[in-house]
């Protein structure tokens, strides 16, 4: 095995260790007084910026109706195969609306390809990550934990319209 | 003076000491983690009690609970003797090392050490070395290739250090003419601090109590990443416990054991020239004999997370050709300085 040369030899200071160690030790003492980089999680919550892709959620407009017509592209297109939708008619203008709309969140890997490939809107990422559940059947969200009310979403949505 | 007065003065004295001796251990793992902890910008554990206040005694109820697992190709006895032969190891030595100025209390003189040993340091030597014992066992019985390497390291590594730990101690017996603790602690009166005086010898003995107490730098004997624990691999609950009590046991140790052959042990420079009475003096030798240790125990954790781990041989030829040659040196600086000055 050829031997590695050092880049540098060391001098005479640095051979001795001491004032190395020495200024190593500083270095430590100094950081001890730095402000801390730790977020205390339940006191202190993380506020994800508009880029970030958490748990999937249907858009509710503000007169309290969904903004998807089940075409079904998410569903066709989750990696995962993770949503379930069952399309039905409606006398809005849409005309079609999910009956039933399901995510299996233990399947989801929030790849945010439902978000992309929605013609609608309908389907977001939201800043939610606090996803527990204590068995399986609670892991499958229904409409009535999907829908969210527009408001609450705006700042992804934007985000949607400009880089998109 | 009768003897149930010394029994009951002894008792005491031991049950000070343990007592104090086990809760700065349990503070001292606390002390590690929270120095750590700001040291790498974080917080360090403080959700037990009073910002972690309480988190030692969690910690010990969690061992206590653990299941005490025994592998299959264990040697039982030595598996179950190391940890408590570490332990006794660690408490034991402190008997020798005097905190204090003696006092008068109830109208008898005590002496703040537990037992007045005229060759007090070569006891501490003693015991110490027998640590590596414990350490050893605990490697070999416990039938696993990580547990052995680390017990042959950690035999291989105190055996070298103790003889350069061994010659800066020469100097220091020299300066006192004397084995005892408190002749050692009184020679060193006003500035005359060893640390002063030999510099060589603080360094080389400050040097090799790491090496012997197995922090890092020279904690070769658990190196995490190549040897799982260590010697302590196998252990579980309350054995492991000990383990990592006997350890930090032997940090108090180290410390004291500095600060009685360096720093002057409880003696404060020039502090009779500020006329306070007697019981004041007393009690701020006292003090300071705890806060130079304390501000060691601190230094030791420092160090630990500054400074990485030595290579094996790196470590080996500290030792040998580094830290021996200047212990040396220091002996012969000893006698000049005492052929000069005396």
């Known amino acids: 095995m050829p031997v590695k040369k050092r880049k540098k030899d060391l001098n005479l200071m640095e051979n001795l260790y001491i004032p190395e160690i020495a200024k190593g030790l500083a270095l430590t003492f100094k950081t001890m007084f730095k402000p801390k980089v730790t977020m205390e999680y339940p006191e202190v919550k993380f506020q994800p910026p508009a880029s970030y892709r958490g748990r999937p959620v249907l858009v509710q407009e503000e007169s309290g109706v969904e903004r998807c017509v089940a075409c079904g592209l998410c569903s066709r297109v989750c990696p995962a195969l993770a949503i379930e939708v069952r399309a039905s008619e409606t006398e809005l203008e849409k005309e079609r609306y999910p009956e039933k709309f399901e995510i299996n969140m233990l399947r989801c890997i929030f790849c945010g390809f439902c978000e992309e490939v929605c013609p609608e809107e309908a389907i977001v990422m939201s800043k939610d990550y606090e996803l527990v559940f204590t068995d399986r059947e609670d892991a499958i969200y229904g409409k009535d934990k999907l829908l969210v009310p527009v408001a609450n979403l705006k700042d992804r949505l934007e985000f949607l319209r400009n880089f998109k | ?342």
């Open chain 2, 1 to 342: 003076m009768d003897i149930w007065g010394i029994v009951i003065e002894s008792v005491v004295k031991i049950l000070f000491v343990l007592t104090i001796m086990l809760l700065t251990v349990s503070y001292l793992v606390l002390a590690e983690r929270k120095v750590s902890a700001w040291i790498q910008s974080r917080f360090g554990p403080n959700r037990v009690g009073w910002g972690g206040a309480l988190q030692p005694f969690a910690d010990v109820a969690k061992l206590l609970l653990k299941e005490d697992i025994v592998p299959k190709a264990a040697d039982k006895t030595l598996h179950t003797l190391a940890p408590f032969l570490a332990i006794f190891i660690a408490f034991s030595t402190y008997a020798v090392i005097p905190f204090g100025p003696p006092i008068t209390l109830f109208g008898r003189e005590i002496n703040l050490h537990l037992a007045d040993v005229n060759i007090g340091v070569l006891y501490v030597l003693a015991l110490t070395s027998l640590g590596v014992y414990a350490i050893t066992f605990a490697g070999w019985s416990s039938g696993s290739k990580y547990s052995l390497l680390g017990g042959i390291r950690s035999s291989a590594q105190m055996i070298s250090y103790e003889v350069s730990m061994g010659f800066s101690i020469g100097g220091v017996v020299m300066m006192a003419s004397s084995l005892s603790p408190v002749d050692i602690i009184e020679s060193q009166s006003g500035w005359m601090w060893n640390a002063i005086v030999q510099p060589i010898g603080f360094i080389t003995f400050l040097v090799s109590a790491f090496a012997e107490t197995n922090r890092l730098p020279f904690d070769l004997p658990e190196a995490e990443p190549e040897l799982v624990g260590g010697y302590h691999t196998e252990y579980s609950s309350m054995k492991f416990a000990s383990f990592f009590m006997a350890e930090y046991a032997n940090m108090i140790i180290a410390s004291g054991m500095i600060v009685m052959l360096y720093l002057g042990g409880w003696q404060v420079p020039y502090i009779e020239k500020l006329g306070l009475g007697s019981p004041f003096t007393q009690i701020i030798q006292t003090l300071s004999f705890f806060v130079k240790v304390g501000f060691l125990l601190f230094f030791f954790i420092w160090v630990r997370w500054s400074i990485p781990r030595f290579r094996y041989d790196q470590l080996m030829n500290l030792g040998w050709k580094v830290m021996f040659p200047l212990s040396l040196l220091n002996i012969v600086w000893v006698a000049v300085v005492i052929m000069l000055f005396n």
